[in-house]
């Protein structure tokens, strides 16, 4: 059976990187943008856990200091075998390329107009991406004060964002002004026009979806499916808004556990990299990664089925997981903190019973309902010492109260 080889952003790398060796020039960014930085550290984690070998995508870059955290992860993942590899470089489809051809062009439309839908769905991963964004590569340049001047006219500190006026003019209304609110409370951008804000953003969101597809069509070229994909967290949601598929359930399924496992075994920041690594002899972690195995060859050969009823047999191997240390019951109730336009609303709610769900036919992609209850069960598992290590961990992911 054919090994897993999973597919990284490079930029879910370089934000674990950050946190990991608290690179001074990311400080502001990680206690704004927590819940990017979160889901990067668990997609990271999922992929060392469970793939047999990752493939990284997109450039790790160094920061004025000369750090590169992003590099940093992939050596000590390659230590003391290799687990990590580039996407060779020279099958990166050039922009120009993605921006004249047709079908490239039409999807690409696609998901920028979903947008709007994405950041109702998920505002705090697009309002932090956004944050990220503008903190690094909105600049200073006279010309972002200036309300009059061409979209073309504004100077950016980005130099890699892409430009197609067509493609630019297709983002939401809606989207641009809810990230505009995010930046303009910052003080930095108090200075700003709100024009140059716009056009930032809009350039932003064509080169983050436009770069997806550079990076898919690598995949396409070195015959790897797009069902191996871990993409950045923004850009898994807009592939969810296009295609409800099966291996979503599987990846939703498996995510979060990787994290756990890593935090409970984690003291301090500065280990959590190599203790993944370590972990993936754990028997319990090899059981489920055979098993992933045997889904995605499922999935490659349309067993939908097959891979549904591995995906059962994946929960509840990950519901197990920590009963081979220590019994830990699953608490029958919690409150589900809901993020809202308006604050935070709490709902106390009992958790479903595994065993009726494990009788039942899943439907062919998860609803958000259950993936949410999956991944607090499984965080539940592993207590409530999962989040609150990961905040002694990772201090700067703790959410106010």
Same mark, same amino acid.
């Given at each position: 059976m054919e090994n897993v080889t999973l597919v990284l952003d490079g930029i879910t790398v370089q934000h674990v990187g950050d946190l990991v060796f608290e690179t001074k020039e990311t400080n502001n960014h990680r206690t704004e943008c927590k819940e990017t930085y979160r889901k990067c550290l668990e997609d990271v984690a999922c992929a060392v856990l469970f793939a047999d070998e990752?493939?990284?995508s997109g450039n790790l870059p160094a920061y004025p200091g000369? $750090?590169?955290?992003?590099?940093? *992860?992939v050596d000590q993942l390659n230590e003391p075998s290799e687990l990590v590899k580039r996407l060779p470089g020279d099958l990166s489809t050039p922009k120009e390329e993605i921006l004249r051809t047709s079908s490239y062009r039409q999807i690409v439309g696609l998901d920028i107009v979903n947008l709007s839908r994405a950041i109702q769905d998920v505002p705090l991963l697009w309002t932090h991406l956004g944050i990220r964004e503008a903190q690094i590569n909105f600049g200073n340049d006279d010309s972002l004060r200036r309300?009059? $001047?061409?979209?073309?006219?504004? *100077?950016?500190?980005?130099?890699h964002y892409w430009s197609d006026s067509k493609l630019e003019s297709l983002v939401p209304e809606a989207f641009v002004e809810s990230l505009q609110r995010c930046v303009t409370q910052t003080a930095t951008r108090t200075l700003a026009s709100k024009k140059a804000i716009g056009v930032f953003f809009r350039k932003m969101a064509l080169t983050h979806i436009g770069t997806f597809w550079t990076i898919h069509e690598a995949c396409r070229l070195l015959k790897i499916p797009s069902n191996f994909r871990m993409p950045h967290a923004t850009r898994m949601h807009l592939s969810t808004l296009r295609s409800k598929a099966?291996?979503?359930?599987l990846q939703t399924t498996i995510m979060p556990l990787g994290l756990c496992v890593a935090l409970h075994e984690t003291g301090?920041?500065?280990e959590f990299v190599r203790n993944l690594k370590q972990l993936r002899d754990w028997k319990p972690v090899e059981a489920i990664r055979q098993r992933l195995r045997q889904a995605m060859h499922e999935a490659s050969v349309g067993n939908? =089925?097959?891979v549904r009823k591995l995906t059962k047999d994946i929960t509840n191997l990950s519901l197990n997981m920590k009963s081979e240390r220590d019994q830990l019951s699953v608490q029958r109730d919690f409150t589900f903190f809901h993020a809202t336009p308006h604050g935070v609303e709490g709902v106390k709610i009992p958790v479903p019973d595994l065993n009726k769900i494990a009788s =039942?036919?899943?439907p062919l992609a998860l609803t958000s309902g259950f993936q949410y209850w999956l991944k607090v069960l499984i965080r539940k598992a592993y207590g409530d010492n999962c989040e609150s290590k990961l905040v002694t961990v990772f201090p700067e992911l703790k959410t106010s109260s």
């Open positions: 990752i493939r990284i000369g $750090l590169a955290p992003g590099q940093r *992860v309300e009059n $001047l061409a979209p073309a006219d504004y *100077v950016f500190a980005a130099k099966i291996m979503d359930e301090h920041r500065g939908n =089925e097959g =039942e036919k899943l």
